[in-house]
Structures are given as structure tokens and as C-alpha cells.
């Protein structure tokens, strides 16, 4: 009614002798009127006259599909003879939810263009009367129909834009739907309607709608889940009754997108049974930006100059700066040999390490960054290896004694076998560890040609080992490692107490991946090593035999463990969650429901910590069962190709990955690898 | 207790509409029987009460100008009676939320009911909606067939005229009339789904 008085003073004070505004209609909740393009139009010529509909705050009218419930906008024109009257330009509809209910309307001031055309015949000097009969139902809570007339008299003569008019019913026609160059597809498979779309116009399709012309194809209420593919779109969604008889002549209705902030929409008739090619889906990739060659390159040698500091290598890393420092006030020479002995040492593990992911990859397994570990049998012989460090650094036996070649204090000796394994040793109890930076490079390693993968390893080896050369290379770095003394014999004994943790904790990720048999394997393994010491302190050919029989045996029990099937899903139960698949994701979806998944593995500290820190917690738990939002694991303890390759989907070669889908887009969000409460509430609700 | 337990515990439709969202159309053909309901006399209903009976629902709304065009035509009256007539169950049902246009006590759909001289066998009150959003009830009138053996063959507008103006009432191809009589012929139903009009339920969410 407000709106309707403000109309209607405008009118009159704008009021000349041939008006392009009609005298606005109050008629209840709506104030419509009839506004032309032209003041006066030439014989012949095509103009435009709109309905001009000024709606209350909160209340809608109905495009020409209403979707759930409601009814189009109607015109009907009584014309003189020798004009007539086109269709209705329809202005860009939105989806309006009311409860569990979607209507496809307007709010607001939509326009209603409609082409005229005058006769060739018509006199100039003489008047058209146009006459429109309009009707509307406008709904807010209640619904109400709503009729009136309106007449608007054009003179015939010269032609004359009204410029006022004109421009709002330019930009009403701009912005109606026109048939773009967009090609679409609609097809039916079960209960999912799948449409897609080709040759799309440049514009922000995330939270691309169609709207169909016809009611029963598709349920208006049902979201339409959007897949971003490299030539084109698709949208998933729920088919209505129409698709019980064979559908026949094309589905037509409009595309809407975003560009720059504008809803866009364009007209698509889309062919029955025709599934359009769109490319590859696109995936958010991890790295926003795109990883390119060098950036990967730099980022592994960074990540790998890192590595040295995490809690994995740090010990190892010790025990060859207590070497250097020994031989600190030595020959430079000798230390720059031991630096490139070392650096070989990591250069070659590395090449290894590329070279059998390499070829496990030529044979089709999907592999990533730690695969290792997912073999129980690499895990309990690394759990040994490292509580066989920790004696020996605590004193408990030196090496060297009795049996040659076995028996060289490898990682100790300053010679150059020596350097070499301690780099070796260095790399293979780095690679549980993931340093920040390593994620993406080793993710776009993995994915890219053999050639690059080998490139990017190469980086992160020199980063890993760029720490010695530097500091036989840089002056004065040498000189800044404290003089060597009785403290080194204490520090070493320290660094033992490590190595043991790191043992405990390789222990309990073999529970999990290979159960109470593994475990009772492993600690019989470091016992037959206790043994194996104990013996070798003792003289005679005896004790040398069942020493040497007790190395046997500890080296041969770790290969003996098998990797538990039932005990592989750890994760799942701890979480509370749900065990991850792709096809559950695609049923969740389909419900409408908002999922997170966590890719994780018992090995992965950085998966541990914000399990118990976050996604434990009871403010996620409480987040979760507010928002309906299902909680999914993956959990690669062990190997499993499916999670693999969802995560190569992603750019990653590692866990952990954290996805979040929210019911707006097919394509989830991936979140950071340090998670927080805000960090998942923010995906959640992000629209 | 959730929408999906109500579906899963009230209704025995098929896996797939088991496994869509609550608010997803049920399918045409799908059992629908044992669902408890109240009248607005307070009696207890169930669909498997029904069962050698065909069942008629009617979503309805007293304020909704498409109800209104169908009770002040006498339409919605006369195709009650002709479903009486042929010893059908009309169960007129009220969705709205109190405090929503069409919301009515038990009293006061008793009072509308003898106004309106409707013929129907009960009138359900299901103001949280359980009822409704189990068949994806969307407009007022929506419509529902249920035949003698518990199964859905009709849902959707009362006629094909989707207008809120009563004079469009004449001439309009009544959907409900025309499937009790396919179904009185020992027809399948014609015309088993279309799509229904009117104004939005007005659901409490």
C-alpha cells in the first residue's frame, strides 16, 4: 500500500499529455502498472511495453514455472487492430524455500517485458490504446491472488524513447534469459537426473541452478548437486513423475550462474538421453595457485631442509653432528668428504625410495608419500632397527668385535661408510614424518611424469641433506659447533631415550595394522637382539654362534608379520564415525546431508594429533550432530587403493587430507592440515 | 525423534524412498499403510484400518484461495460425495503449523467441516507436519489416492486448471473423479501423477 502511494505521486508529478506509465493499480500487496519504451511510436515499429510490479517487502510472485506450489505471473492484452503483442520476457527467477517447499519467483520490482509491433498501416496522429488484464498470486506466509487492468495510450507518429523507462526496460531484457551458445543433455539413471551442460559462457558456475519450463522433471525442492567438469557442468538432482512414461521433445528452462557478482542466466534446451562429455572433473587441488615444476622443486628442498628438525630425524641427524663436531678441529677436507659421503648417502636412499615408488606405480599400485609403513612387516623391522640405535647408544654393545662385515658400527664409524649410512638411516626414519611445505611437492611429484617425480625427490634430498654441506662448506659455521668433550658421551646416551619412543610408538602402529601378533613378534625380535648382545659379550665359538643365530632370528621375525585385516579400521571406531567409501559420500549427497571426511592412518602423527586435540573434542562432536553433518573415515593404516586414489584426486600423495562437502556443490572444500573448530564450523555453513 | 525415524517406523514405502530425504515425493504404486493418525475428534487412525477401503487424502487449508475456489464451487463437496457414494475413506488432513494460516483445534475444523457441509469421513490434524512431509504433501488441495490393497495410484492437483479463480472450476478435468472412475472400471489409473497447485503447506519448518 506505502509503496503504492509513492508510485502514484510520482506518476502524477511526472504526468505529461502521452504518459509511458500507466496509472499504477494498487492491488493489495502489489502496485503494478504499464510502462513503455516510447512515448510516441513510428508505423511499423517494434517497441517494448512491461508490466512494472512493485511488491510489499517480503512477499513474491511466481515465474512461469511456480516450482512446488503457486502460480505464473498472467497477462492477457486487449489490443486495437494493427498492433500485436509478444510473449513475455521472463526476468531471471530464484529459488524461494518456505519450509520444506521451493517456489521459483521474484521479490522485489520485476519487470514484464513484452514486444510490441505497430503496423505499417497505422496513421500517424492517431492513439493505440493498450489494455492489459493482469493477474498474480502473491505469497509471503499466506497467499493472496491478486487481478486489476491497466490502459496505456501510445501516440503514432515520429518515434520517441521515453529515456526514463527505456533504461529500466533495457536492463530488464539484458537480464532476462536468451539462448547463449550453451548445449545440455538430461538423462536418467535410477532415481538421479543427471543434466550437462557444454560450451558454457565465461561466469562463476559453483552454484549453477536450473530451472525447468515444465513442472514433474525434476524436484524443485531437491538440491542440485553441481559437478565443475573441464569442458562443461553438470547437475545431479531427483526426477519427478513425468520420467514414468518415456520422455520425448526436449527439456527446456534456463541456466542460472554468477559472474562478477551479477546473477547470469541463459536459455538451454536440453536433449533426453544425451549425457554430454564436460572433461575431467575438476577438483579443488590442495595447493591454490597450481603447483607448477619449480615451485614444487623449491618447495621439496625447503620441506626437506625441515625434515631435519622433525622429531623422527632429529635423533639421527645428532649422532652425525657429534661426529663432525668431533673431527671439527680437523682437516677441512675430511669433513667436506664426510658431507658429500652423507649427502650421497641421502641421495641414493632417496633414488631408491623414487625408483621402487616408480615401478610399484608402472605396475598400477596407488602408492604415496609413507606407503612403507603401511607394510606391518617395514614397521616392525624399523621399530627394531631403532631399539637397536638406542642400545648402542646408551653403550650397551659397540660393534666390531667378532664378526666382520656384519658388524661395522655403520652409522658411528667416521669412515666412509659410515657418512654414507648414517644419511641412508636419516631418510628411512624421516618418512613418517611430513614437513610443512612437503605435502603439495611430493602430492605433485607423485602425479606428474617419472622424469619430474625424480626431479622433485632429488630437491627434497639435497634440502635434506643441505644442513652438512653447509656446514663444511660455509666458514665459521664449523666453528660454531661446541668443542668436543666428556659432555658428548652423556648427550649421546640422552639421544637413546628417543630412539626408544620413536620404537614404542612404531610398536603401537603395528597393533593396529597387524594386532597382538605383531606386537608379540616384535618385542620376541628385541629380545632375540638383547640375546644376540649378551651372547656376542661372551668368548668362545659358542657364544659367537648363538649370537650370530639370534641376529638371524631378529632380522627374520619382522618379515614374518602379516598385516590384520579386521584390525584396520581403528580409526572409524575411536572417531565415532562412519567408515569412509565413495559411495557413501554419493548417498549422503544425495540426501542433502553436509559430510566431513578425515583421511587419516595410525602412522601419521600429524592425523593423531588433531584427532585427539579437534575432531575428539565435544564442541566438534556437538558442531556435527547440529548441523546433521556426517562424519567419514578413511583410514590408510593400511594399504587400500580406493583411499589412495581419492587422494591423488586431490593432489595429495599422503594423509592427511580433510574434506568437507557442503549440500550447495558435488566438489568439496578441502580444509588445512591444521585443523581448529573454526576451520570446520566455517566450511560447514559456508554456502 | 527424527523425520527419517518417522518414515522408517510408520511407513513401509519402497528402499528407494526409505533412502531419500524426508521431503522426497514417494512413489507412485508404493504400500503406505500403517501410519497412526489423529482426528480432530481426538480418535486414532491408522492406514492399515483401511485396508479393503479406497482411501482419499486431502491436504487442505481453510485461508487458501485455490481451497476456497474449490468449497465455494461446491467442487471439493461434490467429489467427496461421489467418493462416498462408492464406499471410499475421505480423510481431509490440516499440515499448518498453529499459528499458520489454516491451523485449527480439533473444535474449530469440526465447526469448518459442518460450514463447509464437506462429506468426509474424518479430518487429521497433523500440526508438526509428520503426515504431510511423509507423503511430501506440497500444496493446498494436494491429492491421494489409496486403493483397496494399501497402495498409493494417485497423487497430485484435484483438476487441470491451475488457476485460484473459481469460474475456471467449470470445465476442468476433475484428476480424483476421473481415477475413482478408472479405478470403479477395474482400470489401472489413468492419469496417476500430476503436478499438484495450489498455495505452499504451511508447515511449522
Known amino acids: ?687 | 525423534m527424527t523425520i527419517s525415524k518417522i518414515l522408517f517406523s510408520t511407513l513401509a514405502v519402497s528402499a528407494l524412498a526409505m533412502a531419500a530425504p524426508a521431503t522426497a515425493k514417494i512413489v507412485t504404486g508404493s504400500n503406505v499403510s500403517d501410519m497412526t493418525v489423529t482426528d480432530s475428534n481426538g480418535v486414532q487412525h491408522n492406514l492399515s484400518d483401511f485396508a479393503g477401503k479406497k482411501v482419499v487424502l486431502e491436504w487442505t487449508n481453510e485461508g487458501c484461495p485455490y481451497v476456497k475456489k474449490h468449497y465455494t464451487t461446491n467442487n471439493m463437496q461434490k467429489t467427496q460425495a461421489m467418493a462416498e457414494a462408492e464406499g471410499a475413506v475421505w480423510l481431509s488432513v490440516i499440515s499448518s503449523a498453529p499459528g499458520k494460516q489454516g491451523y485449527k483445534t480439533g473444535e474449530q475444523a469440526n465447526e469448518w467441516k459442518d460450514a463447509q457441509g464437506a462429506e468426509v469421513t474424518a479430518i487429521v490434524l497433523d500440526p508438526a507436519g509428520d503426515m504431510g512431509k511423509t507423503f511430501a504433501a506440497k500444496t493446498t488441495p494436494h491429492m491421494y489416492i489409496i486403493d483397496e490393497e494399501q497402495t498409493l495410484v494417485y497423487q497430485g492437483a484435484i483438476d487441470d486448471n491451475r488457476s485460484a479463480n473459481p469460474a475456471t472450476v467449470e470445465g476442468a478435468n476433475n484428476y480424483v473423479v476421473a481415477a475413482m472412475d478408472d479405478l470403479k472400471a477395474g482400470n489401472a489409473v489413468a492419469e496417476s501423477d500430476t503436478a499438484p497447485y495450489g498455495c505452499s503447506i504451511k508447515y511449522q519448518s
Open chain 1, 1 to 687: 500500500m506505502r509503496t503504492f502511494i509513492v508510485t502514484f505521486l510520482i506518476w502524477l508529478l511526472a504526468f505529461p499529455a502521452f504518459a509511458s506509465q500507466s496509472v499504477p493499480v494498487d492491488t493489495g500487496k502489489v502496485t503494478a502498472s504499464l510502462v513503455s519504451s516510447h512515448d510516441s511510436v513510428a508505423p511499423g515499429e517494434e517497441f517494448y511495453i512491461a508490466l512494472r510490479t512493485v511488491l510489499d517487502e517480503g512477499w513474491h510472485t511466481y515465474w512461469r514455472n511456480p516450482g512446488d506450489s503457486g502460480e505464473p505471473v498472467y497477462l492477457e492484452w486487449v489490443l486495437p487492430e494493427g498492433v500485436s503483442a509478444g510473449d513475455i520476457a521472463w526476468p531471471l527467477p530464484r529459488p524461494i524455500p518456505t519450509g520444506p517447499i521451493v517456489n521459483y519467483g521474484f521479490e522485489g520490482t520485476p519487470l514484464f517485458p513484452v514486444k510490441f509491433t505497430v503496423s505499417p498501416d497505422a496513421e500517424p496522429g492517431s492513439v493505440i490504446t493498450v489494455v492489459a488484464n493482469f493477474y498474480y498470486l502473491v505469497c509471503k506466509d499466506v497467499c493472496i491472488p491478486e487481478q486489476g487492468s491497466a490502459s496505456l495510450p501510445i501516440a503514432v507518429g515520429e518515434s520517441v524513447e521515453d529515456m526514463g523507462w527505456k533504461t529500466e526496460i533495457d536492463a530488464a531484457l539484458a537480464a532476462s534469459p536468451i539462448r547463449g551458445t550453451v548445449q545440455g543433455g538430461i538423462t536418467k539413471t535410477g532415481e538421479t537426473v543427471e543434466m550437462s551442460f557444454k560450451d558454457l559462457p565465461g561466469g562463476d558456475f559453483s552454484k549453477a541452478y536450473f530451472f525447468p519450463y515444465e513442472q514433474g522433471i525434476i524436484g524443485h525442492s531437491q538440491p542440485q548437486l553441481v559437478t565443475r567438469g573441464a569442458d562443461g557442468l553438470s547437475l545431479t538432482t531427483t526426477p519427478e513423475y513425468l520420467w514414468e512414461d518415456p520422455m520425448s521433445g526436449p527439456v527446456d528452462g534456463v541456466l542460472t550462474y554468477d559472474d562478477g557478482g551479477t546473477l547470469k542466466g541463459t536459455q538451454v534446451s536440453l536433449a533426453v538421453g544425451q549425457s554430454l562429455d564436460i572433461g575431467a572433473a575438476i577438483v579443488p587441488k590442495a595447493n591454490v595457485g597450481g603447483v607448477t615444476l619449480w615451485t614444487a622443486i623449491i618447495g621439496a628442498l625447503i620441506g626437506g631442509l625441515i625434515l631435519n628438525l622433525m622429531p623422527c630425524v632429529f635423533p639421527v641427524i645428532s649422532i652425525k653432528a657429534l661426529s663432525i663436531a668431533k673431527s671439527a678441529h680437523g682437516e677441512r677436507s675430511v669433513i667436506r668428504r664426510e658431507a658429500w659421503l652423507y649427502t650421497a648417502g641421502v641421495m641414493a636412499t632417496f633414488l631408491l625410495l623414487t625408483l621402487i615408488i616408480l615401478g610399484l606405480k608402472a605396475g598400477g599400485a596407488e602408492i604415496g608419500w609413507g606407503f612403507q609403513l603401511q607394510s606391518p612387516k617395514v614397521v616392525a623391522a624399523l621399530a627394531i632397527l631403532l631399539f637397536v640405535i638406542g642400545l648402542n647408544l646408551l653403550g650397551a654393545f659397540e660393534f666390531g668385535g667378532g664378526l666382520q662385515n656384519t658388524g661395522q658400527d655403520l652409522t658411528r664409524k667416521s669412515g666412509a661408510a659410515g657418512s654414507f649410512f648414517t644419511g641412508a638411516l636419516a631418510v628411512i626414519v624421516a618418512t613418517p614424518c611430513t614437513a610443512p611445505l612437503m605435502a603439495g611437492a611430493v602430492g605433485y611429484a607423485l602425479a606428474a611424469p617419472a622424469l619430474v617425480t625424480l626431479a622433485v625427490f632429488m630437491a627434497l634430498a639435497i634440502g635434506f641433506a643441505l644442513p652438512f654441506l653447509l656446514i663444511a662448506y660455509v666458514p665459521g659455521l664449523l666453528s660454531k659447533l661446541p668443542k668436543p668433550g666428556p659432555w658428548m658421551v652423556r648427550f649421546k646416551e640422552i639421544l637413546a631415550f628417543p630412539m626408544f619412543a620413536a620404537a614404542i610408538w612404531l610398536t603401537w602402529v603395528l597393533s593396529l595394522q597387524a594386532g597382538e601378533d605383531g606386537v608379540l613378534v616384535t618385542l620376541s625380535a628385541m629380545l632375540a637382539v638383547a640375546l644376540a648382545i649378551w651372547f656376542f659379550k661372551r668368548t668362545g665359538m659358542l657364544g659367537k654362534a648363538l649370537g650370530a643365530l639370534s641376529v638371524l632370528a631378529a632380522i627374520a621375525m619382522p618379515l614374518s608379520v602379516t598385516a590384520n585385516a579386521v584390525v584396520g579400521d581403528i580409526a572409524v571406531k575411536e572417531l565415532k564415525a562412519e567408515k569412509w567409501s565413495p559411495s557413501r559420500v554419493a548417498e549422503l549427497q544425495a540426501q542433502g546431508r553436509p559430510i566431513f571426511v578425515d583421511f587419516t592412518a595410525a602412522w601419521c602423527v600429524t592425523c593423531k594429533v588433531n584427532e585427539k586435540l579437534v575432531l575428539n573434542k565435544s564442541n566438534v562432536q556437538t558442531l556435527f550432530e547440529e548441523t546433521n553433518t556426517a562424519f567419514l573415515v578413511a583410514d590408510w593404516t593400511n594399504k587400500n587403493d580406493m583411499i589412495a586414489e581419492e587422494l591423488a584426486k586431490y593432489g595429495r600423495a599422503g594423509v592427511p587430507l580433510y574434506l568437507v562437502y557442503n549440500n550447495k556443490s558435488v566438489s568439496p572444500a578441502i580444509l588445512p592440515q591444521v585443523l581448529t573448530y573454526g576451520v570446520i564450523r566455517d566450511a560447514i555453513a559456508e554456502e
